[in-house]
């Protein structure tokens, strides 16, 4: 915690006497705040499997994506704090749903926190893989802080393109930033294993595509193939939602996804995922709700508002385990 002194965690570099309560770029003091956990069934087969992703959204971001889907928690402000011991109960409680994995969205802000959580988890027991879902807008030393207590990393990689990231996620040093903290995480990996179909160990790298900006995914997929082929697993994701802000004003049309598929070819990339084509809000969350999602999607365990929520599928009420 001693990080949070004069906070240097993240690329940012603000300073900021988080323990004193001082707040940098990121919006978050000392403590974790979360906003929602729950049982996701969107994401990769192999992380989503049959038992869904046990998915926790971390309120506060080190990014400040123009576009951003979950604003409500990574620049709004919405989300509770909660006690390590208390994050590490609702770990332990997406286990026991029937998660196949713990999928912690978003916590580069608060790594040393989310660490001690873990093996807080770990002791009572926690035994499935836990995920890394961040921006890749974080410092190699930070993430090495978690090289104990993660099991598979699944960095964005949004782009190599320098103005794109000033203009856009609020970062003209991401590309530099990400492209150090996705080779610090393969270099810390080093595998990938599988416990049937579900993935225990490895690395997943995210690319959402801009609809209109396809030069930034093809220098993606080009670095792709150059550096992580091998070492790194693929997913190429086409969900990009139209906020009203100063992102692009519409959805990935079919052209630019059939072009995106022909460059996967061309660059021999075969090893991963594509999503299919989105043209529709159906992935945008609101968190104001107990289950932020469609029902098809996620199934809610806890929220920042009501704590542990009842499973509605079920007749009896879900008590969560004591640690
Ligand atoms: S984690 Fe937050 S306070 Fe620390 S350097 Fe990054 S943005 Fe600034």
New binding site residues.
């Given amino acids: 915690m001693e990080n ?1 002194r004069s ?10 006497g ?1 323990l004193e309560g001082r ?4 919006g ?1 003091g000392a403590e974790i705040r979360i906003a929602s956990a729950s049982i996701h069934r969107g994401e990769e087969p192999p992380l989503s499997g049959g038992g869904g992703s046990g998915t926790v959204f971390v309120s ?1 971001c ?1 990014l400040g994506c123009v576009f951003c889907q979950n604003y409500q928690i990574s620049r709004s402000g919405m989300g509770r704090s909660v006690s390590q011991d208390e994050l590490a109960g609702i770990f332990l409680a997406l286990g026991e749903m029937g998660a196949e994995n713990i999928n912690i969205v978003t916590g ?2 608060a790594v040393p926190a989310l660490g001690e959580a873990i093996r807080a988890a770990r002791r009572a027991g926690l035994q499935i893989p836990v995920l890394w879902n961040s921006s890749a807008y974080e410092n190699p030393d930070a993430l090495f802080l978690l090289r104990d207590v993660v099991d598979v990393w699944l960095p964005d990689l949004k782009t190599l393109d320098t103005d794109l990231a000033a203009r856009f996620f609020r970062a003209p040093d991401y590309p530099e930033a990400a492209e150090k903290a996705i080779l610090a995480m393969m270099d810390m990996q080093g595998g990938r294993e599988y416990r049937g179909e579900i993935l225990q160990r490895g690395v997943i790298i995210r690319h959402l595509v801009l609809p209109g900006y396809l030069e930034s995914t093809r220098k993606v997929l080009r670095w792709f193939a150059d550096q992580a082929q091998g070492r790194a697993l693929l997913s190429v994701m086409t969900q990009y939602t139209p906020s009203g802000g100063s992102g692009p004003e519409r959805f990935v049309n079919t052209r630019e996804y059939e072009t995106v598929l022909n460059w996967l070819a061309e660059f021999g990339i075969d090893d991963g995922f594509y999503q299919e084509l989105v043209q529709d809000s159906a992935w945008l969350p609101d968190f104001n709700r107990a289950n932020p999602f469609s029902s098809e999607l996620s199934v809610p365990v806890w929220h920042w508002r009501y704590g542990f929520v009842h499973d509605c599928h079920k007749e009896d009420a879900y008590v969560p385990a004591a640690l």
């Fill in positions: 949070l906070c240097t965690l993240c690329p940012r570099l603000c300073g900021a988080r707040r940098g770029f990121c978050e506060g080190t580069s802000h």
